[in-house]
């Protein structure tokens, strides 16, 4: 549970980064940020947070809420929080590889559409590597099996197979850095 993902917005509420809720919480109680209710998008303090939403160990906690149990407490995760001084945007890159090709695609076939399944998909590069297609976020493209060997060694123009979408290097935001569940409190802050 300590462990579970929360997003901190900087001071101007742009999303910087994902942290665990044991960071988040040593975060507020430092002062250092706040809670952002993840309905009302209120601010809370550690102290407003815990006055509100700590209750006792056998009380009933909303189902659709998380919350963390100890012996004696219970108490709401914060899912966002917004940091007091930091005003930054640190550039991350994402890592370019397998697994966040397919995020980045959604796991769905670049020529034909249809999502077979992760036994059904590969990476297809859009001019070959044979052409001197490069291995990039901006060559390379999820395909089915069967679209992959479809093509075979030949452009998309060539196999009169076009792309969906144009591939390119994905923001760490855009869902692919983050993963594939978005919790509801985050979608006003990100993307995808
Ligand atoms: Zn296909």
């Not at 009302?40 to 189902?63: Q, R």
């Not at 490069?134 to 089915?144: L, Q």
């Amino acid at each position: 549970m300590l462990d579970r993902s929360v997003l901190v917005l900087n001071k101007s509420w742009i999303p910087i980064a994902i942290t665990t809720v044991k960071r988040g919480f040593s975060l507020v109680f430092q002062d250092h940020a706040h809670i952002v209710h993840p309905e009302t998008y209120e601010m809370h303090g550690f102290e407003s947070w815990i006055a509100e939403y700590a209750l006792p160990g056998d009380a009933k906690v909303p189902d659709d809420q998380v919350w963390l149990r100890t012996t004696n407490l219970q108490i709401r995760i914060p899912e966002v929080l917004v940091l007091g001084r930091y005003n930054g945007v640190p550039r991350r890159e994402l890592a370019f590889n397998r697994r966040n090709i397919y995020r980045r695609d959604t796991f769905q076939c670049q020529y034909c559409g249809n999502r077979p399944g992760l036994k059904y998909l590969s990476i297809d590069h859009v001019q070959p590597v044979s052409r001197g297609g490069a291995t990039s976020w901006e060559n390379c493209v999820v395909a089915c099996v069967r679209c992959n060997t479809r093509k075979g060694n030949r452009t998309p123009e060539q196999a009169n197979m076009p792309l969906l979408t144009e591939p390119g290097k994905p923001n760490w935001d855009d869902g692919v850095g983050i993963g594939e569940r978005v919790p509801a409190s985050w979608a006003k802050f990100v993307r995808g």
